[in-house]
């Protein structure tokens, strides 16, 4: 069941249609973890962690990306993998994005969030701090399987006032 009942009274076709567009939207996005293609990190935006780290602070943010096999689900295992000695985690916001964006003016950009979603983000720390002193890409540090841990989706408007 939808969840959607029809009064005796006329239904407005079109209304219908975008009432029912919008469900089956919602659904699908509860499967973002089989439906994404990228996962889109923004590294260096907590000037706290940054300096903990003894990064400095960007003047813009910059981007990296993860596969999608980093996803973990809600109540999977986290893999701590043997190339490693130094596993840090950080608790992030995900942003879900419904529908394909390129361009999007910023007034529009709210528009294409479909939801989020608690994740967390895992690191292997000495394996980054490596690769920077060489002057080399880090991914190796940030894209091993099971490094992107994700709870439930929780749709975007739950959360609009």
């Given at each position: 069941?939808?969840?959607i009942?029809?009064?005796?009274?006329?239904f407005?076709?079109?209304?219908h249609?975008y009432?029912?567009?919008?469900?089956?939207?919602?659904?699908?996005?509860?499967?973002?973890?089989?439906q994404?293609t990228k996962?889109?990190c923004?590294?260096?935006?907590?000037?706290?962690?940054a300096?903990?780290?003894?990064?400095?602070?960007?003047s813009?943010?910059?981007?990296?990306?993860?596969?999608?096999?980093?996803?973990?689900?809600?109540?999977g295992n986290?893999?701590?993998?043997?190339i490693?000695?130094?596993l840090?985690?950080?608790l992030?916001?995900?942003?879900i994005?419904?529908?394909?964006?390129?361009?999007?003016?910023?007034?529009?950009?709210?528009?294409?969030v479909?939801?989020?979603?608690?994740t967390?983000d895992?690191?292997?720390?000495?394996?980054?701090?490596?690769?920077k002193?060489?002057?080399?890409?880090?991914?190796?540090?940030?894209?091993?399987?099971?490094?992107?841990?994700?709870?439930?989706?929780?749709?975007?408007?739950?959360?609009?006032?």
């Amino acid at each position: 069941s939808s969840g959607i009942t029809q009064s005796t009274g006329s239904f407005n076709t079109l209304q219908h249609y975008y009432i029912l567009n919008l469900i089956e939207c919602m659904s699908a996005m509860k499967d973002f973890v089989k439906q994404s293609t990228k996962i889109i990190c923004i590294g260096r935006n907590y000037a706290k962690h940054a300096a903990e780290l003894g990064n400095n602070i960007p003047s813009e943010p910059f981007y990296f990306i993860k596969p999608t096999t980093c996803y973990v689900e809600d109540g999977g295992n986290i893999i701590y993998p043997d190339i490693t000695n130094n596993l840090h985690h950080e608790l992030e916001l995900g942003v879900i994005i419904g529908k394909k964006m390129s361009k999007v003016p910023k007034e529009e950009v709210m528009s294409h969030v479909a939801g989020y979603s608690v994740t967390i983000d895992v690191t292997c720390r000495d394996l980054q701090e490596k690769c920077k002193a060489e002057r080399k890409p880090w991914s190796i540090s940030k894209c091993l399987d099971t490094h992107c841990a994700v709870g439930p989706f929780i749709p975007a408007e739950k959360l609009e006032t």
